[in-house]
């Protein structure tokens, strides 16, 4: 699947769920797989504004940077 056939998937269509660590105070974002094994992020406050779209290899890459602490300087 093209990444831009991703975007093409109805978002409406896709399981969303968020963090168990979310406070409900409207400041998280969501998650949901995509066909091919990737993922796709949006704001939670506004779930019909436009969403993220990354395919798997990109979603482990940016697993295993946050597992090895690449961004705890942000």
């Known amino acids: 699947m093209e990444k831009a056939d991703l975007y093409a998937i109805d978002p ?6 968020k963090s168990s660590f979310t406070a409900n105070n409207g400041q998280c974002f969501e998650l949901a797989a995509l066909p091919d094994g990737g993922v ?29 602490g690449d961004f705890d300087n942000l």
């Open 12 to 17: 409406a269509s896709l399981s969303w769920q």
């Open 40 to 68: 796709a992020v949006r704001d939670s406050k506004n779930p019909s504004n436009p969403h993220l779209c990354f395919t798997c290899g990109e979603w482990k890459a940016f697993k295993a940077g946050m597992a090895a």
